[in-house]
């Protein structure tokens, strides 16, 4: 329970406690980190988003749940926390991609598009009458031969990874990148990571109706969603290599 002298302090976004802290925004963070899993990568050749959809029920098509979005050819996002938050931003992210290719007739590059959206999510944190957005992206694509990785939170905050992870797992995930990672991995590798971090991050409770990837390679700069087909393959294999491990 907070002390008394800062009751009045998460009342409204605009307010900063005696200590300098907004809670509003803090409280947004905490909607992120209930939030599901996802993982972003960067490769020699590719960059990939990796996310645990955690099915609740069996009655539920998992089909329905959507946590990787495709924003322009070369531009991938995934989301935690608050769906519909997510939803808003990748419809005002497609726009500004679009506005992008009107106006100067060329794609937009993956740190412009990161820094309009941050902008607008740092806007809600100034004025009354509205809320933090309770969402965290990974915004992941190709501009210019060069794999770009960027995490946005509730502040408006923009930050380059190398490898990140998102929502209630984080934690395990970072503890497995920090080990593991190497920049000169390729995407099969990448993909093989990912899928260990998860692991690590849902204890193992995943299958391939709950994991979904999107990837966009240097070559080929057309972000797609692979098909089920295909993940099951690697998390057939990465279960395998996992099992053999503790074994």
Do not use: W
């Amino acid at each position: 329970m907070q002390p008394q002298y800062q009751m009045g302090y998460d009342r409204a976004i605009t307010v900063f406690s005696p200590d300098g802290r907004l809670y509003q925004v803090e409280y947004a963070r905490e909607a992120v980190k209930r939030g599901t899993t996802a993982v972003g990568i960067k490769c020699k050749d590719g960059v990939i988003l990796l996310v645990d959809k955690r099915v609740a029920s069996r009655l539920l098509e998992p089909e329905s749940i959507e946590k990787i979005y495709k924003i322009d050819d070369h531009i991938g996002v995934a989301s935690s926390g608050l769906v519909g938050d997510a939803r808003l931003l990748v419809e005002r992210s497609r726009v500004e991609a679009q506005i992008n290719r009107v106006t100067y007739d060329e794609s937009i590059d993956v740190d412009t598009l990161a820094k309009k959206i941050c902008d607008h999510m740092q806007v809600y944190t100034q004025f009354g009458g509205a809320r933090p957005y309770g969402t965290a992206l990974l915004i992941a694509g190709v501009s210019e031969g060069e794999c770009r990785l960027f995490e946005t939170d509730p502040s408006g905050t923009l930050l380059e990874y190398k490898a990140t992870g998102i929502g209630i797992g984080r934690a395990a995930v970072m503890k497995v990148f920090e080990e593991e990672y190497d920049p000169e991995i390729d995407v099969k590798q990448g993909v093989h990571l990912g899928l260990k971090a998860l692991h690590a991050a849902t204890e193992g409770k995943f299958d391939v109706s709950t994991v979904e990837i999107g990837v966009i390679e240097v070559e080929n700069p057309a972000f797609r969603k692979m098909e089920p087909e295909e993940v099951k393959a690697f998390v057939d294999e990465t279960e395998f290599e996992t099992t053999a491990g503790e074994e």
